[in-house]
């Protein structure tokens, strides 16, 4: 099994910054795209930002120029590092992963429980 932790939410002012956090751990042989989504009260779960082990990013449109995403191959970590936040970026951020494990070799998809962001106007 492969399990992903994420850390850094919290309550920000309206213009402030946070950096959010998200090591994978387990059976993992490799990683190919690792993504932050969010959900906010009332709202469906969407794709915030993305990228492949290659370093190839995708933003939503709402977030492009304020959000930067990156990872560390070697930690099997991403990272979301997130700037001039709105109020509209509050919400619970996911991790999620997928790859392939070594215990089986086959396919994974994993996702972590969730950390909160609140953006204060």
């Known amino acids: 099994q492969v399990q992903l932790v994420e850390s850094g939410g919290g309550l920000v002012q309206a213009g402030g910054s946070l950096r959010l956090s998200c090591a994978a751990s387990?059976?993992?042989?490799?990683?190919?795209?690792m993504g932050w989504y969010r959900q906010a009260p009332g709202k469906q779960r969407e794709l915030v930002a993305d990228i492949t082990s290659g370093g190839s990013t995708y933003y939503a449109d709402s977030v492009k120029g304020r959000l930067t995403i990156s990872r560390d191959n070697a930690k099997n970590t991403v990272y979301l590092q997130m700037n001039s936040l709105k109020p509209e970026d509050t919400g619970v951020y996911y991790c999620?992963?997928?790859?392939?494990?070594?215990?089986?070799?086959?396919?994974?998809?994993?996702w972590g429980q969730g950390t909160q962001v609140t953006v204060s106007s």
């Open positions: 999620n992963a997928d790859g392939i494990t070594t215990a089986t070799m086959r396919p994974f998809l994993s």
């Open positions: 387990g059976s993992i042989f490799s990683i190919n795209v």
